[in-house]
């Protein structure tokens, strides 16, 4: 199983990362996805996948970093187009719009996200989308670029039926996270999941975020998420869509290697 979203930058993981690392090898993964959020954890993270046979990372600017980058007036795109270099670096991203927490003004999140998005299509890198409450704002702006880019996950997907089938038409595959597993916001996921093709879905955790709802944290940070609960949210999914676990574990590989061009 592949993790194709784990914040392992994030600073929850700073005294245990290697033991966060050993348990998700344990669990079954064979290989993460670190995510970047800003050009300075993007390149700490592919400094730190060099370290690591299984790990590749994004390098991209989270929408929440995108007001600090836009204001800051640097070559924020140059540093991420540099890092995207490295052979570690398997996406852009995350990259998006988040209307839900307003941690930057919507401009210049709209402005971040094209340039990324741009820069996606031009290296031919697939693009990792962050989209909360973006009210089709993801959607416009890609869909001007979707026969350029080479590949799209719309990452922990929270939206409606509507957002769903667009970002299906269109080619795009879907991340799916512990989200799904929440009781009371999970709801609308719950019921869309069934209807994903087997050859669109990625799985993720999000960690150190989305403790799955019903799993227990395998440390003594008994909120924070791990990649080792990956196959927590497989096993939620198929009981979902009525299949064996193996088999959602082998068509997410599938999907993830063949998104990022993992080995
Ligand atoms: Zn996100």
Same mark, same amino acid.
Not at 49 to 73: F, I, K, R, W
Not at 143 to 159: M, P, Y
Not at 186 to 201: A, F, K, N, S
């Given at each position: ?5 784990a914040? !392992?930058?994030?600073r ?6 290697a033991?966060?690392l050993?348990? #998700? ?6 290989? !993460? ?5 800003n ?13 690591? %046979?299984?790990?590749s990372? &994004?390098a991209?600017v ?7 980058v836009?204001?800051?007036?640097? %070559?924020w795109?140059?540093?991420i ?11 852009i991203?995350e990259?998006? !719009? ?6 930057s ?9 094209? #340039?990324q998005?741009?820069?996606a299509?031009? !290296?031919?890198?697939?693009?990792f989308?962050h ?18 880019? &080479? ?11 509507? %957002?769903?089938?667009?970002y ?5 595959l879907?991340?799916? &996270?512990?989200w ?6 999970g709801?609308?996921l719950?019921?869309l999941?069934?209807?994903?093709p087997?050859d ?10 989305l ?7 395998p ?5 924070r998420?791990e ?12 009981q979902?869509?009525?299949l ?7 068509? &997410? ?11």
């Amino acid at each position: 199983m592949i993790d194709i979203g784990a914040n !392992l930058l994030n600073r929850q993981f700073r005294s245990d990362r290697a033991e966060v690392l050993d348990r #998700a090898w344990a669990a079954g993964l064979t290989h !993460l996805i670190v995510t970047a959020t800003n050009p300075e954890e993007a390149a700490a993270a592919s400094a730190l996948c060099v370290a690591g %046979d299984n790990l590749s990372c &994004t390098a991209g600017v989270h929408p929440h970093h995108a007001g600090e980058v836009h204001e800051a007036g640097g %070559d924020w795109l140059g540093e991420i187009r540099a890092l995207a270099a490295s052979e570690r670096v398997c996406a852009i991203g995350e990259a998006g !719009l988040d209307f839900h927490r307003k941690f930057s003004p919507h401009e210049a999140q709209r402005a971040v996200f094209a #340039a990324q998005a741009e820069l996606a299509a031009e !290296l031919r890198l697939p693009l990792f989308v962050h989209d909360r409450d973006s009210q089709g704002g993801v959607y416009d702006i890609l869909i001007g670029l979707a026969d350029d880019l &080479t590949g799209v996950v719309i990452h922990c997907f929270t939206g409606s039926e509507r %957002d769903l089938f667009r970002y299906l038409d269109v080619g795009f595959l879907i991340g799916v &996270t512990g989200w799904v597993c929440d009781r009371r916001r999970g709801e609308t996921l719950r019921q869309l999941v069934p209807q994903i093709p087997l050859d669109r879905l990625l799985i993720e955790t999000d960690a150190p975020f989305l403790l799955p709802h019903g799993s227990a944290s395998p440390s003594a940070h008994r909120r924070r998420n791990e990649p080792c609960l990956l196959p927590f949210i497989a096993k939620f999914i198929a009981q979902l869509r009525g299949l064996p676990t193996a088999e959602i574990a082998a068509r &997410t590989t599938a999907n993830a290697q063949r998104l990022f061009r993992l080995p």
